[in-house]
Structure formats: C-alpha cells, structure tokens
C-alpha cells in the first residue's frame, strides 16, 4: 500500500531479497499518493535494480506479505485494494501481514468489508485490541509482537486505554468456543461498591 505500512512491508520485502530470496514488489495504489517513508522504500528498492509492479501479479507465490493498510485504517478496502485482499485470500500462499491483518479495524477488530486471512501477523510494540477481538482475531492467525523501541514513556504520559493481566495472573476460567456468543457461557454477576 501507500501509506507507512507500505513502507514496512517493501522494507520486509528488501531485507528478504538481500538474504537472497527470490521476492517480487507490488505497490498497491499510486505511486504520488504514498508517504515519505515509501517513497524513500520503493527508491531504495530500484537503487538495487528491483521492478515494482502496478498491476496483479501472474505468478504463483509460497508467501505473501500483506502490508496493503496498516492500523490506521477507517473504512472498507474498495476497488483495486480489495481485489487486492480477495487475490491474496485466494492465492493458497503462506500470508504474513504487517502490524494487522489489510482490511481490520486495529482498534475494534471490526473487518470494514472484506479483510485479508493472514497466517501470521507481526504486529509493532504493542497488541492491539483489533488482534484478539472478533472477527480480527480470526483474520490475524498467530500473533507475533515485534518490539521495535516504542516503550511506555513513549505515549507521553497518556497511558493506554487496555491493559493485559500478566501471564498466570488470570483466574481459572474455561476455554472459550471464538464463534460462541454470550449465552454459550452462562453468566456472571458482579457486584461493586465505591472504588
């Protein structure tokens, strides 16, 4: 895609090819509309000789990286962006997606109309609420997070709004169905007083 998460999956793309597999560039979108940071990623890959394509792909491919959107975005995948999502979805490769699953709300999980399966996501510092609400959860597969220097302090004293509880601190519950709904469970009452 254009935008940074674009960037970030030219950048994946490059480090593989320097490793010395055989990686094919498709930038998804028009090439005046992509940020800085792509820009300097799409110059650096054809300071190295690399073509990026602009069209569909015709080969076939083992693995593909999805970094079409990132977390920032807010509506539905439309026309040459979610063919995008339905070729790779349909290709039968091995899917990676950076930081989110294209097509993912990373705030609410939400899929804004159609959004890519990937098997693995590797996402940035932090988890995300879209990775393990659904449907995002099931768009994301297994879930990596990379920490790339993005600390607490770095939210300027704003902390985040959602927090884990340490691994081991969770109460016993039981295993939970992910399609199952809030009559699969029973119920719980809590009752609370002042804080």
């Known amino acids: 895609g254009c935008g940074n ?19 094919d ?45 990132g977390i920032g975005l807010r509506r ?16 039968g490769a091995f899917v990676l997606s950076v930081d989110i699953p294209s097509g993912v709300s990373a705030d609410t999980g939400a899929v804004y109309g159609c959004a890519v399966q990937a098997d693995v996501t590797v996402t940035f510092a932090f988890l995300k609420r879209g990775l393990v609400l659904y449907p995002g959860a099931f768009c994301a597969g297994r879930v990596v997070t990379a920490q790339i220097g993005i600390t607490r302090e770095s939210f300027c004293g704003k902390p985040p709004a959602v927090f884990t509880l340490a691994r081991g601190a969770a ?3 039981p295993r939970r169905d992910p399609n199952g709904n809030k009559g699969t469970f029973g119920k719980v009452l809590l009752a609370a007083g002042s804080p």
């Open 5 to 23: 998460n674009g960037g970030d999956g030219f950048a994946v793309g490059r480090l593989l090819m320097q490793e010395g597999f055989p990686v």
């Open 25 to 69: 560039f498709w930038l998804i979108g028009e090439r005046s509309r992509c940020s800085p940071e792509t820009k300097a990623q799409i110059s650096i890959l054809e300071n190295y000789g690399c073509t990026i394509l602009e069209q569909v792909p015709e080969g076939e491919y083992d693995i593909i990286v999805d970094a079409i959107f």
């Open 76 to 91: 539905a995948p439309e026309g040459r962006y979610a063919e995008a999502v339905e070729y790779i979805n349909r290709s």
């Open 171 to 173: 109460p016993p519950l």
